[in-house]
């Protein structure tokens, strides 16, 4: 098992180090089963809890899973593996909604958006000190806020919604507690949440948003 990828390391940040790194490059795959702690100890020269230590570590980053005695495997679809080397097959007639892109026949035009733009930034140059947010663009999505009864506050633009639930997730959350999250749910939040040290609790959902009877159980289990 070790001969398929030379795990290395002398401490346990190295050798989790090592084993991300394969697992990112698709030299592990998603389902490898990675060798028995002792067994890896020993071909290492270190001592059986510096493996423990670093297989903690790929667990709490959603790197790998553990089942018992069936030992330690790469997770199906661990946060740091590409896509291209998940080999999911998406069935015949199936729409594949994994990746979270949106139709992009739904898409506005950007060129006149970012000509504009382009043409704003050459007249007023942004420069640091700078407000850090378009005010209008504060202003209309305040309004939005209101309108949805979200509490007064400054308004922060972040890259994506996966970026901004994981600043979310960084301010308000530590290691090890335990996060409500939909079922069936986005498949790059269901890595986010382990990648962080988080322990999920699935809430079913319908047409309408979560089940408020799973939302009791997930808040009950200490979400």
């Known amino acids: 098992m070790l001969g398929e990828y030379p795990i290395r390391g002398r401490r346990a940040a190295d050798i989790s180090a090592s084993i991300e ?12 089963l990675l060798p028995p702690m002792r067994e890896l100890a020993t071909a290492l020269g270190v001592n ?91 202003r209309l999505a305040r309004a939005e806020l209101d309108t949805d009864g979200v509490p007064a506050g400054p308004v922060a633009v972040a890259s994506g919604s996966l970026d901004a639930i994981e600043r979310v997730l960084a301010a308000h959350v530590r290691p090890g507690d ?8 986005w498949g790059s939040l269901l890595d986010l949440v382990p990648a962080l040290g988080l322990r999920p609790v699935p809430v079913g959902v319908d047409d309408d948003g979560p089940l408020p009877e799973q939302v009791r159980h997930a808040l009950e289990a200490g979400a």
């Open 48 to 138: 059986p809890n510096t493996v423990a230590a670093a297989y903690r570590t790929l667990r709490e980053r959603g790197v790998i899973e553990t089942d018992g005695r069936r030992g330690s495997r790469v997770r199906s679809k661990p946060a740091t593996t590409g896509r291209e080397f998940l080999r999911v097959e998406v069935p015949e007639g199936v729409r594949d909604a994994a990746a979270g892109n949106p139709d992009t026949a739904l898409l506005p035009p950007l060129a006149p958006a970012f000509a504009w733009a382009a043409a704003q930034g050459d007249r007023e140059p942004v420069l640091y000190g700078h407000a850090p947010l378009e005010p209008e663009l504060a």
């Open 178 to 185: 335990t996060v409500a999250v939909e079922d069936p749910g």
């Open 21 to 32: 790194t394969a697992v990112g490059a698709g030299e592990l795959i998603p389902g490898q």
